[in-house]
């Protein structure tokens, strides 16, 4: 374990408020001292790093130049907060990021005023800017708002449609696009320092606003055609004419790890600025650590690693990850048929579509932080008979279920919805749990929905989807690694809506759906030393169900249970439906739906969440022998 990093500016500063005494010829000490605390504590904790190193500089000068809380700081997907974090009175804690009963590793409302706006999704936060703007202006209350978006986030729809709205409202609204991959347009040194001071000045902006009102004399046509003259005139020097289009006033491109730069720049528009206003900040990913810098994707997510090397701690796993065992399965499959292709959305190392990429580059495509755009791209590609595979974390699937339902499910289109991070994530709490998929999609008409229990029946789940061409499909799997079992060669075509029995009792019935069999089969080992025959099945389907199933297990079984990570209204409620359509709960059945908690489980390791849902193998039996009176449920689970 290295020496904790020596930090006495930081030590001065437990508040943006101490942060405002200091010197500007003290920041870039103070920036330092930042980065370290960071890195020190990333290193014991994991997390996410590259980002946050990056905007060092310009988190300093925000705090710095305005008044926060009173002004209000949105970090959009809140990746970049830590340093934010160690600002606003939380330093003290900071070495508890993500961890059970730690700090979030997000911006969270519930743990600082410092945080108005919590973040975990992409592209939001121009929106809420925008919302808290006209809040101010409501209210007739000098307040800045301050949106820091990044060049990825601005991928999106929704960051173009809050551009345009602001715009059109002429919202007194600040937004900073950070450009961490130089993706729009480099900054020119010198010069473009001075035409961004230039162009931020009182006397620059008052003859902007003085000219405006002079035209607006001249009647609407000459308005215009003067405005987007000088506009368009003004775009060709700084870039940003399509900003400007939207309404906003473009200022930048300017180095933001340079206090030189964003200090006069930031204090400008604060002091003069009354419409909205965009400011253009190219950083660095991993600025400051050069094992960051060299690979700023490797480090955009870290695990424990040892601060001088940069080497991760990683555990060497057991069996391949669901992750890769769906990568490698797909690129089999694509191999065999030269009609599929992989959609991702922004996630390539994620969801493992770079296997596909790397073999199949002309048929994967990366669409952006654009997960709408995702799923209608797919359903387009479908309808002209190509086999889309639209990859998405179960939590980023919720940003596209209305392209779900009208662009693909109503038309019945065949598209394949692999949904990685199904259920409980870990360190990433509830903004990235995959609660919701089962629930919102088996409510579909049309649309089949299965869940892999295990990392061979994702193979054979793959290859089902490949071959399924009669409407939607998806199939969800978890994030980590599978339970170790022998993978087949190929997979299997699963004959649709057919679960199996996996173990043979006569008493209780365990139905699992999805990676929760493992803990169904060791609870069943409990049950039977209890003398409770047990007999456990692999739904396979949430929709279709099998029908004839569930009725063998509902008539030779004095209870059943019904167990999934997933939220209540999916699978388990969908067997509910069913027997009570059937008559089936009319003979006495005892029947109980063990599902994830109906709040938002903060993050904690991913097997002590599900033990703190009941859905872990002491949780199983313990929910039988509650259900049936006994009362040695200590012994048994002990």
């Known amino acids: 374990m290295t020496q904790m990093p020596q930090t006495p500016l930081l030590d001065r500063v437990r508040y943006p408020s101490d942060l405002r005494k200091l010197e500007d010829r003290e920041l870039p000490q103070l920036a330092r001292e930042v980065r370290d ?49 160690i600002l606003t009175g939380r330093r003290d804690r900071i070495r508890t990021l993500r961890q059970e009963g730690g700090l979030s590793g997000f911006t969270r409302r519930a743990e600082s005023e410092y945080d108005p706006f919590g973040a975990a999704h992409s592209s939001t936060s121009i929106s809420a800017g925008l919302g808290m703007a006209v809040a101010a202006e409501l209210d007739q209350t000098d307040r800045r708002v301050i949106a820091v978006i990044g060049d990825g986030a601005m991928s999106a729809g929704m960051a173009y449609e809050a551009l345009n709205n602001a715009g059109a409202l002429d919202a007194r609204l600040i937004v900073i696009l950070n450009d961490n991959d130089m993706s729009i347009a480099p900054p020119t040194g010198a010069m473009s320092a001075y035409l961004a001071r230039l162009a931020s000045g009182r006397t620059y902006m008052g003859f902007r ?19 987007r003259a000088v506009e368009h005139a003004r775009g060709y020097v700084t870039g940003g004419t399509m900003f400007e289009e939207m309404g906003f006033y473009h200022i930048g491109p300017i180095d933001g790890h340079s206090f030189e730069h964003l200090l006069p720049v930031l204090r400008n528009v604060r002091d003069n600025a009354q419409g909205p206003v965009l400011i253009h900040v190219v950083t660095q990913k991993g600025k400051g650590y050069p094992p960051a810098e060299a690979a700023a994707d490797k480090y955009h997510g870290v695990n424990k690693f040892d601060v001088i090397t940069g080497t991760q701690t990683k555990v060497k796993p057991n069996a391949p990850s669901y992750t890769s065992v769906f990568a490698d399965a797909l690129v089999q499959e694509a191999a065999l048929d030269e009609k599929i292709v992989g959609i991702t959305a922004a996630m390539p190392n994620g969801t493992g579509l770079d296997k596909l990429q790397e073999f199949f580059p002309k048929r994967c495509f990366d669409v952006g932080i654009a997960e709408q ?87 054979h789940m793959v290859r089902t989807a490949a071959a399924y061409d009669l409407g939607p499909i998806s199939f969800r799997y978890p994030r980590g690694e599978g339970v170790g079992i022998e993978l ?151």
């Open 37 to 85: 605390e960071m890195i020190d504590a990333v290193s014991r904790t994991g997390g996410h790093l590259g980002a946050g190193l990056g905007v060092v500089e310009l988190t300093i000068a925000i705090h710095n130049v305005f008044n926060t809380p009173n002004d209000r700081l949105i970090f959009d997907v809140g990746h970049q907060c830590y340093p934010h974090k």
């Open 488 to 638: 087949p060669e190929r997979g299997q075509i699963l004959e649709i809506g057919k679960g199996r029995v996996v173990k043979q009792g006569s008493k209780v019935a365990l139905l699992s759906f999805g990676t929760r069999l493992a803990d169904s089969l060791a609870a069943a080992e409990d049950l039977d030393a209890a003398g409770l025959s047990t007999t456990v099945a692999d739904a396979r389907f949430a929709k279709p169900l099998d029908h004839d199933l569930i009725r063998q297990l509902a008539a030779h079984h004095e209870m059943l249970i019904t167990i999934e990570e997933g939220s209540v209204g999916g699978f388990g409620s969908q067997v509910m439906q069913f027997l009570a359509r059937e008559g089936l709960l009319d003979n006495g059945l005892k029947i109980r739906s063990l599902v994830m908690p109906d709040i938002w489980m903060e993050q904690a390791k991913p097997e002590a969440m599900n033990a703190m849902a009941g859905l872990d193998r002491a949780g199983i039996v313990q929910t039988v022998f509650r259900a049936l009176g006994h009362g040695r449920i200590a012994e048994v689970v002990g």
């Open 373 to 459: 755009h995702a799923v209608t791209f797919a359903a387009g590609l479908a309808a002209e008979g190509y086999k889309p595979f639209a990859a998405l974390y179960s939590t980023f699937l919720q940003r596209a279920y209305d392209q779900v339902v009208h662009d693909v499910a109503i038309q019945g289109l065949p598209v394949r919805f692999p949904i990685d991070r199904a259920g409980f994530v870990g360190a990433d709490g509830p903004t990235h749990a995959g609660s919701f998929d089962t629930a919102f999609l088996a409510t579909l008409p049309g649309f089949v929905v299965m869940a892999a229990a295990d990392e061979a029946e994702l193979k």
């Open 209 to 227: 606003d003085f000219g405006k009102k002079l035209t607006a004399y001249l009647g609407k046509k000459v308005d215009r055609a003067i405005t």
